[in-house]
């Protein structure tokens, strides 16, 4: 007996670093429960006020260009609402305006919100945003930017939510070739931030540079067609005869302040349906 | 730890999270200037008071930048070795209670070949679970070598910093 507690005082260190060690590896092998853990919760609350104020100080220098670029953006969707009216009236001949309004653009609602915190450098990026469960937003949400898809919403506080941004390893987003809804998956090699890697293509397909890729719309977080990149360059696979594609995001996620919470009316209910309908598989 | 290195503590961890984690030079670059509290605490600061406080605060850069125990085993780690690294460059002996690791006490050629090892071990652990896969070992190397060598500059001239504002 004490030769043992003179074992152990002799390495009480040691045993200590062990001890610290295990609770770091186990707090790494476990990244996807202690996200829905109501500690990953309140740690979002402290640092979030911590990231909201200092963006309250830093915000400032960029108001001219946020400006600008919201401004661009307004243009832009002025220019599409003439479109849709012009379609609307179009289709009214053959139905009545209330049902081509209510089938797709009543499913998706935006919050609008700040990035107060980012990063595009590490393997796997995340951002915060000063949006949280007070005002609707809850986990497997999709964030967008003006120009297109930017991340999905993984944790959330009363006032804060963490998003998983494209840059992240462990990110997929189901997409399609905008010219011809050809389906495919994108994901992030961790190499440059401004592009991604799109997957799941087959080698028939007719592919150009300049093609743009967009949201599928049946992971439920983005609506149909909302842009995610264009197509830099592609190769074919020796192995399995499909393409691997390069493409440069849309979005410049280093530069982006202003983004939206997509929320669909709907997900509950789709991903309700998915999960009961798996039981066939 | 005294209040000194407490407030040291909790600036080193904001001026972390809030300024050097937004900088990226690149692609390859990130600065982790936090270690600096690792490297300077006394010499006869007790292994389980230096480990346990090693380990929050990784954890507390962790929490801030939304990645789970990757900082806490690495700054565990660096903290662990810190012991042996002292004795590799100085040998055994006992240190009087006001002498640090400083460039101030031990020079700058000590200071910078204890630095930069447990800089080197601090980085090699973090960068290593990080990506967590071994295929693209260049880019790995690449990151740990010049993501130490631009955080041991920093703290080399934070040292500088500190040691002008001691002497007067």
Known sequence: ?281 | MSSNNIFKFIVLVLLQVLVFNSININGYIDPYIYIYIVLVLPFNTKPWVLLFSSFLLGMSVDIFSNTTGIHAAATTFAAFIRPSVIRLFTGKQNFDTNIYPSIRDMGLGWFYKYALLIILAHQTVLFTLETFKFTDILRLVYRISFSSGITLAIVILMQYLFLKRQNK
């Open chain 1, 1 to 281: 007996m004490r030769y043992l507690i003179a074992f152990f005082k002799r390495y009480s260190t040691f045993f200590l670093f062990l001890i610290l060690e295990i609770i770091a590896l186990f707090w790494i092998l476990n990244k996807q429960a202690y996200q829905r853990s109501v500690f990953a919760s309140g740690t979002t609350a402290i640092t979030g006020s911590v990231f909201n104020t200092v963006y309250g100080v830093s915000g400032y220098f960029n108001l001219l260009k946020d400006n600008n670029k919201l401004m661009v953006e307004n243009a832009n969707l002025r220019k599409q609402l003439i479109e849709v009216e012009k379609s609307i009236i179009r289709y009214d001949t053959l139905f009545s305006k209330q049902d081509v309004i209510s089938s797709d653009s009543t499913q998706y609602s935006f919050i609008p919100a700040y990035i107060i915190c980012n990063s595009v450098n590490k393997a796997n990026n995340f951002f915060m945003i000063d949006v949280g469960e007070k005002d609707g937003v809850t986990s497997e949400m999709g964030v967008i930017g003006p120009n297109g898809v930017i991340g999905i919403i993984v944790n959330t506080s009363k006032n804060y939510s963490w998003a998983m941004s494209l840059l992240h390893g462990r990110c997929r987003i189901s997409a399609r070739l905008k010219k011809n809804n050809m389906l495919g998956t994108i994901k992030w090699d961790g190499v440059d931030y401004r592009k991604g890697t799109l997957i799941d293509i087959p080698s028939y397909i007719d592919i150009n540079k300049g093609d743009t890729l967009v949201a599928s719309g049946f992971s439920h977080m983005f609506p149909r067609g909302t842009d995610i990149g264009i197509i830099t360059d592609y190769r074919i696979n020796s192995g399995d005869d499909m393409y691997t594609i390069t493409f440069e995001y849309l979005e410049d996620l280093k530069k982006l302040n202003n983004v939206y919470v997509v929320i669909n009316k709907s997900q509950k209910e789709q991903v309700k349906l998915k999960t009961e309908t798996k039981i066939y598989e």
